[in-house]
């Protein structure tokens, strides 16, 4: 079913409306064509493919030539859906004009709508230098995984009043700064609800409770596609990795029993052809 290509304004509207946002990770065109003609509202192509495409053990080593690649890509298989952009780190953090740039090759080389950068009140001035160029930008404040070492690892944040009127504070100053929506991660539902309530812009929530604005989800953790582990926050729809196991333990077998390939996955040659052939190696 077509629909309407996905601007900010349309989610902006929902926001207005009430209504419930909707957006997932996606990394390649197979799963950014499932998500589009699923309806989603927004892909993210996320840093996160770093840990569940490409194995590293955490999102710190994506380079920008990775993020474009993979950016490409989901541009190919999502027509209608809002697609943002993951910055990777140091991608905008030691220089604003570079962050301008890199943010800018999303646009250019990769036909994002918008880009994500991770950060708080430490990141206005380059989320408008950036809004300044042209370039919708998305904020994520709460748990931000590029900075997990600093925060003590992988942990909610907000759960102190303090903690709480930190996140406020960084939400406001990002909105004021230009953010077009900001995704908060890891955080007290009644701190997200209440951000959410505070703000006029977008709020998309990943472990964040039913107070946001929209929803988001490593599509991998969606699927089942991804083993190391699940976080709590995670509702998987599917098991796709102990599927993909079985059916590959499946072809090994088949080939080892010679039960694949069968006569239905062969190309004959007709008879005449056949002895023509073999008569030419018996001149030789």
């Known amino acids: 079913m077509s629909r309407k290509k996905v601007t900010v304004l349309t989610l902006q509207e929902k926001k207005a409306r009430g209504e419930p946002i909707t957006m997932v990770t996606a990394y390649d065109y197979p799963s950014a064509l499932a998500a589009d003609r699923a309806g989603i509202d927004s892909i993210l192509v996320g840093d996160s493919l770093g840990m569940v495409v490409l194995g590293y053990d955490s ?11 993979h950016c490409r890509a989901v541009r190919r298989g999502a027509q209608d859906a809002y697609l943002i952009g993951d910055m990777p780190f140091m ?16 646009l250019k080389e990769a036909g994002m709508d918008a880009v994500k950068l991770e ?13 300044d160029a042209g370039i919708t930008v998305v904020g994520h404040i709460g748990l931000t995984p590029q900075s997990a070492s600093k925060l003590g690892g992988y942990r909610v944040q907000g759960r ?38 505070r703000l006029r812009i977008p709020t998309i929530g990943i472990g964040a409770g039913t107070g946001c604005d929209g929803q988001v989800l490593v599509l991998h953790d969606i699927l089942g596609m991804f083993d190391r582990f699940t976080p709590r926050f995670v509702k998987k729809y599917a098991d796709l990795f102990a599927e993909m196991e079985r059916a590959l333990a499946a072809y090994r077998d088949d080939v080892i029993e010679r039960r694949f390939p069968g006569p239905e996955h062969a190309f004959a040659m007709d008879d005449a052809a056949w002895e023509e052939w073999m008569s030419r190696q018996v001149d030789k």
């Open 91 to 106: 991608s905008y953090q030691a220089d604003r004009a570079e962050a301008v740039r890199n943010a800018g090759r999303f």
């Open 160 to 197: 102190t009043a303090a903690d709480a009127q930190r996140l406020l504070k960084d939400a406001l100053a990002l909105q004021e700064a230009g953010a077009a929506m900001i995704v908060l991660e890891m955080t007290p539902d009644r701190v997200a609800g209440e951000l959410s309530r």
């Open 119 to 131: 950060g708080g009140r430490e990141m206005v001035d380059t989320v408008a230098a950036i809004g």
């Open 59 to 69: 999102t710190v080593p994506v380079t920008m030539e990775e993020m474009l690649h």
